[in-house]
Every structure is written in structure tokens, then in C-alpha cells.
């Protein structure tokens, strides 16, 4: 969580590049003012009047809510070097050199990639450890390179977006219809916008532009199908640890952001057969795996971490307790919680919207227009809080939300949510009411005790096995099946002498 993060000014366009965008994007508009031959697809493409120059500047205007929304840029010159290397290398291969092509690494443990108009293209740290061969991470930004070659952004129809909008909130479990819409707003929706909605028609052709560049780089396109397996292995894993459902993924995810299977990349791979053709092209596997050496693992402590069911912020300088059962996960915007039996949790801040008291934000701010029952005031880790609950409609039937205002200074309020199906209102009273109330201070020394977690990558020892080499990764029961997706290992498959393993160190 990290919503006080500040946006760094974005000053990357120089003047040459600027001018570049200006007079192809006019020449293209010359030739037609809504269908135009994409140079890249090899198709009509209707994207409405948008210009390159139009692109660019879409770009541009949301690149730092980008950068806000998802944790700031991975701030490590020598990845983010070598990540920014190879995807210029990529771009020189792509069909327009117009557009100001950079590259940026997203400060998540958030597996995912995606590309603004105009040549912005982002790669997140969690899908970097995540990745095995610089092939896998060529193959990525390919894809994404593709999407902005292909203009997918401006093809966009207003009406698909209102609808991924409403997938968004439904992510949550809840439908947004019916449900008290003031108490369900969070805040990234917007930045969020911006990345999805690329239909099957267009993950299709990116991957198959993908392949194309990739190819042309020297690099092997299996790596696309590849990677798209350890994605799905990775998707797969992670739902287990959230408790969610299984084929289910978060709205965060790569594989919402991107719909893909892995026989539509073998569809794409042999439909571009003719860049590949004759050349097996590299994996670079051992140079990708000295570069990602020491990188951070898991959650950085500057947004918070999650050690167990505690959550702590060693920088707001605060911890609190989940239910027992909840599997607690943090995104840049919020802390997410679920329990198998589909109760779940969200921790976020707020602005006080000028409320003076708790009470007061609870009934008029945060749930104005709400209908709240058994509004209270108490006082949690000495400060002033307010509770009440109101009923909705989830996606399975009636719920119940638990909401919870503790204030911070004049102008923030964290907030405790909690959702449970009508039917185990019971059940979860007094866990939902010891959780919020777990919220407190901590010290000085307890948030310099909170470290981030570093990947190592190591030679395997003959005495070594894998119980013993995932036991520091921080996913509990989980650990095993983890280190095998991040070592691209088979459920059955037994780790070889001298293979090279990543691990975690704590
Ligand atoms: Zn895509």
C-alpha cells in the first residue's frame, strides 16, 4: 500500500522525438481520418481520429498515475538498464520508430505487463523474478511492444472500458450493482482503465507481432509459450495461496490484463513461422539470471508487507492482525484479505474530506447516501474510530460489509472493511471486531526490523532438495509448489546437480 506516493515529474520527450510523433502521426492522418493500414498488423484499423501525436500524449498523461498507481518505479540502474537495453533493442525491430519507446519497472510483487499508447511500456518486478531467460522477458516486451504498434489503445471502444470498469469492481467478489457504491469505491480504477481491454483478436495479433520482433532480435520465440506456462503455473499457485477459487485471478493479474492460452501463442508462433524460420535464436538464460541476482522479492516494506496474518508498515509505522483463516495480500492501492469460506477484508486510507470526528467521515463521507445500522464510536490504539455495518447483494446472494474508521491526522482516515455472507454474520462478529481492533502503533525499532526480501540465485549442492531450498520463501504450505513455478520445476520434477535455482533470503 502505498498511496502517498509521490509521482515523479515526467520530462522524457525531447523535441526530435516530439516533432517525429507530430509529422507522422499527420501524415497518417493525411491518408484517412478514421481507417487507417496499420503498418505493423497489415490491417485497416478504426482508431477513431487518434494520431501518433495523440498516442503519445495519452501516453505521457497517464504515465505518472502509471507510476502512482502501481508502487513508483524499481529504483535498481543496473536491472532497470539492462531491461530498458533489451527493449530498445526489441523496438528498433517494430514497424515505427516514431514513438519515444521507454521502459519502466513497476515496484510490485504484482505479476504483470502492460504498455500505454505512445511507446510506454511496463514491466512489473514480480513478473522479472518470475521470468527465467532474457528470451522469456523479450518475449514480453514484444508482446506489449505489439500492442502499442498495433495501436490496440486507440482501437479501444469507450463502451468496452465501461464495461472492464464494471469487471474491476466485480473483482472484488461483490457486484458493484446493489452494493452501497460510496463504501465499495477504491481508488485505482482509473489507472487500471488505462491497461485493460484488449480483446482475444488482439492478444492474437500482439503475440504474433510479438514473435515477429523477438525473432528478429535473435532471440527464441518458444520463449512466448513458454513464459505463458509459467505465468499460468504462477496464476495458478497464487490463487491457492489467496484462497481463491481455482482458475480464478485477481484483477491485477497478467492473465486478466492479457486473456491468452498457451495453444493461442502456438497458433500465433506458426502464423509468424516465416520470421523464424532457420534459426533457433537464444535464450540467454544464464546472463538473465545474474542480472535478476539480488533483486527484491515479495513486498517492499516502503508500501508494507505481509508477515503471516499480520500486515505491517514500517513507514506509516502501524501493524494489524487479520482473522485467523484470512490470507492477506498487499497491492498499491489497498490490503486485500479472503477466507476460503468467501469473507473477506480490505484495509485502505482516505482522505477526511474535511470530517472532524470519525463519526462524523463514517456517516457523511465514507458512507454518505448509505443506509448504516448500529453506528458507534469508540477508541482503537487511542484514536478516534467509528463502526457501523450495512446490507448488499454479493455476487452468491446477500452480504453484510463491516465498516471501520480510525483516524490518522486531519487528513486521513485508514479503513477497515469486512464482508461476509449474511448467513455467517455470527460466525465472524467477534474475529471481524478483534481484527480492527488489533490496529496499533509500532515502534521505531520494530519497523527497522522489517526487511525486504532478496532472490538469490545458487548452484544446487548434491545434498540439496527442495523442501530445504524453499523453506525462506514467504508463502507457508505453499512454499514448495512456489519455488517450482519460479524455478519452472514440474509438480513431480526432482531439482538437477549444478542446475541453477533461485531462492529467497530472508
Ligand atoms: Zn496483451
Redesign the pocket.
Given at each position: 500500500m502505498c498511496l502517498e506516493q509521490t509521482s515523479r515529474p515526467f520530462d522524457r520527450l525531447n523535441r526530435r522525438q516530439l516533432l517525429a510523433g507530430l509529422v507522422s502521426g499527420a501524415a497518417l492522418a493525411g491518408t484517412s481520418a478514421c481507417v487507417g493500414t496499420n503498418a505493423a498488423s497489415g490491417r485497416d484499423s478504426f482508431t477513431g481520429f487518434q494520431t501518433i501525436q495523440d498516442d503519445i500524449a495519452e501516453g505521457r498523461k497517464n504515465h505518472p498515475k502509471i507510476l502512482q498507481s502501481f508502487g513508483g518505479a524499481y529504483d535498481d540502474a543496473r536491472v532497470a538498464g539492462y531491461v530498458g537495453k533489451i527493449g530498445l533493442a526489441l523496438a528498433k525491430q517494430t514497424e515505427y520508430q516514431q514513438y519515444p519507446y521507454q521502459f519502466t519497472i513497476l515496484n510490485t510483487q504484482i505479476v504483470n505487463a502492460?504498455a500505454l499508447p505512445g511507446g510506454y511500456v511496463y514491466i512489473t518486478r514480480g513478473l522479472l523474478t518470475l521470468a527465467s531467460s532474457e528470451a522469456e522477458l523479450a518475449g514480453v516486451l514484444s508482446?506489449?511492444l505489439a500492442?502499442v504498434t498495433a495501436r490496440h489503445g486507440a482501437e479501444r471502444h469507450t463502451a468496452q472500458q465501461v464495461a472492464q470498469l464494471g469487471l474491476l469492481l466485480g473483482a472484488l467478489g461483490l457486484r458493484a450493482a446493489g452494493l452501497p457504491s460510496d463504501l465499495m469505491q477504491v481508488g485505482q480504477t482509473v489507472a487500471l482503465a488505462a491497461i485493460t481491454g484488449?480483446s482475444r483478436e488482439?492478444?492474437l495479433e500482439?503475440d504474433t507481432l510479438g514473435i515477429r520482433y523477438m525473432s528478429r532480435a535473435g532471440y527464441n520465440a518458444d520463449a512466448m509459450a513458454s513464459f505463458l506456462g509459467s505465468l499460468r503455473a504462477h496464476s495458478q499457485v497464487e490463487a491457492q495461496v489467496l484462497g481463491l477459487p481455482p482458475g480464478t485471478v485477481d484483477e491485477f493479474n497478467i492473465m486478466s490484463?492479457?486473456p491468452?492460452t498457451v495453444e493461442r501463442v502456438r497458433q500465433a508462433q506458426r502464423a509468424a513461422a516465416r520470421e523464424t524460420e532457420g534459426r533457433a535464436g537464444r535464450w540467454a538464460a544464464d546472463a538473465y539470471l545474474n542480472k535478476i541476482d539480488g533483486m527484491m522479492f515479495g513486498d517492499d516494506p516502503e508500501q508494507g508487507v505481509v508477515r503471516g496474518q499480520t500486515f505491517i508498515h514500517p513507514v506509516l509505522r502501524f501493524e494489524f492482525e487479520a482473522p485467523p483463516g484470512f490470507h492477506l495480500r498487499n497491492s498499491p492501492s489497498r490490503v486485500q484479505g479472503r477466507h476460503p469460506s468467501g469473507a473477506e477484508m480490505i484495509f485502505d486510507m482516505a482522505p477526511s474530506n474535511g470530517a472532524v470526528t470519525a463519526i462524523d467521515y463514517l456517516r457523511h463521507v465514507w458512507a454518505a447516501k448509505t443506509r448504516l445500522h448500529n453506528v458507534e464510536s469508540l477508541v482503537v490504539d487511542g484514536r478516534d474510530a467509528a463502526t457501523g455495518w450495512v446490507e448488499g447483494r454479493g455476487q452468491n446472494g446477500a452480504v453484510r460489509l463491516r465498516a471501520l474508521a480510525i483516524r490518522r491526522d486531519s487528513e486521513k482516515f485508514y479503513r477497515f472493511m469486512y464482508m461476509t455472507p449474511t448467513d455467517q454474520t455470527q460466525r465472524w462478529a467477534e474475529p471481524f471486531r478483534q481484527s480492527g481492533r488489533s490496529f496499533r502503533h509500532i515502534s521505531a525499532a520494530t519497523a527497522a526490523g522489517v526487511l525486504a526480501k532478496r532472490l538469490l540465485v545458487v548452484t544446487a549442492r548434491p545434498d540439496d532438495n527442495i523442501a530445504g531450498l524453499a523453506r525462506t520463501l514467504p508463502y507457508g504450505r505453499f512454499n514448495e509448489d512456489w519455488f517450482r513455478v519460479l524455478n519452472d520445476l514440474a509438480p513431480d520434477q526432482a531439482i538437477k546437480p549444478k542446475q541453477r535455482l533461485k531462492v529467497v533470503a530472508e
Open positions: 502492460f508482446h506489449e500492442h484488449y488482439q492478444e500482439a490484463t492479457h491468452r
